[in-house]
């Protein structure tokens, strides 16, 4: 690349984000060193040789990356990670070590970037660097966040989920009621709802590799698509947390916040009325509440995969809806966070539309007020809730009203966009067939 091609706007933007985010994991890793434990940097790495937290996850990140390649490639690519993976699954088994799945895939993510520094130049370079940074970021997104809940859990020694729960008594404490609803379907209702809370980086993945199918034949990415969404969410989430530190129902409320609870009440009872004040809890339990992030996720998921064929649509209905049943049924959110975190999606999706499109008047008022909403959410959340909860029948529907609201906005202002061209054209050329071997 010459000296001028590094001059452009583009490029610098690429460059100076990346420094940022080298920083931004070196500070995550020096935090957790500080309390004692591992930072993300030193969990990716101990993934190359040791057992994966995740094996799927690692092997959504290696599809994400091989939508640069060609058929051809992603065959060897896929055969590599599964050979590898076998080598070590007989060696664990050999020597009775954890066994886990997934390292095979990080060892072809890694090689691809190394044939793409040592074997290619130019925009066969760029292309394939962009596939392994897609996959990489998806990886590099679920350690960090793993850091910032401890981060929380150390520095913020009290909680905010009595002016919450007081709060949601305007939404009639729907963690309780479909919690009830949850522990009556038995184990068979429980599992299926695990399995989709726990595997949403999954389904993301799936609706992420349709948006980006047409990558290696077209040679370049999607002016916006699914993955931006969910780093920026996964970005930006947990800065609230540390202004808004919530655990949620289960422990504040119920057995598994042991003596640090206010009673065991969840889902039976719901907390009485009286005046919210914060309470200290353990230093162990993520302030991962505020707003939720998981509904958040989902929603983003919901919304990119509209334009997907029918069964795509009809999977991001089901995972929207499961996400929130579990979310509400497992007692990790409140009412109040789902609301929140359903705001807070549109919001960031619409500046990350208007970023890629050209900022206008439409998409400037939908983001402000977005914005507006979800900090007006916070605000009452926190010095409003006894009001909220003894006028219910009128807070109750305002909430709603102003989600719905955001919801509206939202569909207008993309169905405007969909009408008119793009205010930046895209000026990325077709790029050349890139070979691995």
């Not at 190394?114 to 130049?121: L, M, Q």
Request: glycine share 8%.
């Amino acid at each position: 690349m010459t000296f001028a091609a590094w001059r452009e706007p583009r490029t610098i933007l690429w460059a100076t984000a990346g420094v940022v985010a080298l920083a931004f994991f070196v500070m995550l890793e020096i935090a957790a060193r500080h309390y004692g434990m591992p930072g993300p940097i030193t969990n990716q790495a101990k993934e190359v040789i040791f057992a994966p937290k995740s094996g799927p996850l690692l092997y959504g990140s290696m599809a994400l990356m091989m939508v640069v390649l060609t058929w051809r490639q992603r065959f060897i690519a896929a055969g590599v990670a599964v050979g590898i993976d076998v080598v070590f699954w007989l060696v664990r088994w050999a020597v009775d070590a954890k066994m886990m799945f997934g390292n095979g895939a990080l060892w072809v993510i890694l090689g691809c970037a190394v044939i793409a520094v040592t074997r290619r130049t130019g925009r066969e370079r760029v292309l394939l660097l962009k596939g392994v940074g897609l996959g990489l970021l998806l990886v590099a997104g679920r350690k960090t966040g793993d850091t910032w809940l401890l981060i929380t859990s150390k520095t913020r020694p009290t909680v905010l989920d009595q002016y919450v729960a007081i709060a949601d008594h305007a939404l009639g404490n729907p963690s309780w009621v479909v919690g009830r609803i949850v522990k009556a379907t038995g184990p068979v209702g429980d599992h299926i709802l695990d399995y989709v809370y726990i595997q949403l980086a999954v389904a993301a993945v799936v609706v992420a590799l349709y948006q980006l199918r047409n990558v290696a034949s077209e040679r370049r990415f999607p002016r916006h698509h699914l993955v931006r969404t969910f780093l920026v969410i996964g970005l930006l989430g947990p800065g609230i947390y540390m202004i808004f530190p919530v655990v949620g129902p289960i422990f504040a409320y119920g057995a598994d916040g042991s003596h640090w609870a206010v009673a065991d009440l969840w889902p039976n009872t719901a907390p009485v009325l009286s005046a919210p004040q914060h309470m200290p809890f353990d230093e162990i339990t993520p302030r991962n509440c505020m707003p939720s992030l998981h509904t958040a996720w989902a929603t983003a998921i919901f919304i990119h995969s509209r334009k997907g064929p029918r069964i795509l649509r009809y999977a991001g209905t089901f995972w929207l809806i499961a996400t929130l049943g579990a979310t509400l049924g497992f007692g990790y959110h409140y009412g109040t966070d789902i609301i929140a975190g359903v705001v807070f999606t549109l919001t960031i999706e619409a500046a990350l539309r208007s970023l890629e499109r050209g900022w206008d008047r439409s998409g400037t008022q939908l983001v402000a007020y977005g914005a507006a909403v979800f900090t007006a959410f916070l605000l009452s959340y926190r010095y409003l809730p006894m009001e909220m909860a003894e006028y219910p029948w009128v807070f109750g529907p305002l909430l709603i009203l102003a989600m719905a609201s955001v919801i509206y906005g939202y569909v207008r202002t993309t169905k405007l966009w969909e009408s008119e061209k793009p205010r930046i054209p895209s000026a990325r050329q077709p790029e050349p067939q890139l070979e691995l071997v």
